[in-house]
T-cell receptor, first 112, second 113 residues
Framework: NAGVTQTPKFQVLKTGQSMTLQCAQD?????MSWYRQDPGMGLRLIHY???????DQGEVPNGYNVSRSTTEDFPLRLLSAAPSQTSVYFC???????????FGEGSWLTVV | GENVEQHPSTLSVQEGDSAVIKCTYS??????FPWYKQELGKRPQLIID?????GEKKDQRIAVTLNKTAKHFSLHITETQPEDSAVYFC????????????FGKGTHLIIQP
């Protein structure tokens, strides 16, 4: 049982490049979400999904796209990276009936 | 939307003393309040949580109190130890809601030997 798995763990991008952060969970959780964490800002919700085929925006969605084709996977796409997207990204999941949110190990992204 | 304020941003206490971190929230519909501990370079880990139908919850040296009227909740750590040094985050959400947690900005707890 791996829990929530994120890849890559570290990535350096040039401004304007695109990339996808991968997230997969093996707990059959319907709810998945992406947060970003910046120094002194806590964690902020980017996008979330309540199930396959359903996504919605969180607090800071601009510059990011998501899709949810399967229950297990919830990738986060940066179409044209900007230095302001330098951050640590956490994917998370939970079941609708539970409160506990399970976080992935994080992805450190630097945009230069 | 929900807004969570957390204080202090940094807290330094002597080993063995108690530490208290306070949070306020704005949305009266919020009814689930977890606390996370995050060590440097690691993911946030849930340490304790409380629901709005409970005023206090304890787990060994850790306790959380909730005042629904004041929209205020606090984390209490007694007999602090060096391994308690970390960043602590409070959060709030509507239990069962799908739109995730609203986090405070964090408290860096430093345990002085």
């Amino acid at each position: 049982n791996a829990g929530v798995t994120q890849t890559p763990k570290f990535q350096v991008l040039k401004t304007g490049q695109s990339m996808t952060l991968q997230c997969a969970q093996d707990m059959n959780h319907e709810y998945m979400s992406w947060y970003r964490q910046d120094p002194g800002m806590g964690l902020r919700l980017i996008h979330y999904s309540v199930g396959a085929g359903i996504t919605d925006q969180g607090e800071v969605p601009n510059g990011y796209n998501v899709s949810r084709s399967t229950t297990e996977d919830f990738p986060l796409r940066l179409l044209s990276a900007a230095p302001s997207q330098t951050s640590v990204y956490f994917c998370a999941s939970r079941s609708p009936s539970g409160n506990t949110i399970y976080f992935g190990e994080g992805s450190w992204l630097t945009v230069v | 939307g929900e807004n969570v304020e957390q204080h202090p941003s940094t807290l330094s206490v002597q080993e063995g003393d108690s530490a208290v971190i306070k949070c306020t929230y704005s949305d009266s519909a919020s009814n689930y309040f977890p606390w996370y501990k995050q060590e440097l370079g690691k993911r946030p880990q849930l340490i304790i949580d409380i629901r709005s139908n409970v005023g206090e919850k304890k787990d060994q040296r850790i306790a959380v109190t909730l005042n629904k009227t004041a929209k205020h909740f606090s984390l209490h750590i007694t007999e602090t130890q060096p391994e308690d040094s970390a960043v602590y985050f409070c959060a709030a959400s509507i239990r069962g809601g799908a739109d995730g947690l609203t986090f405070g900005k964090g408290t860096h707890l430093i345990i002085q030997p």
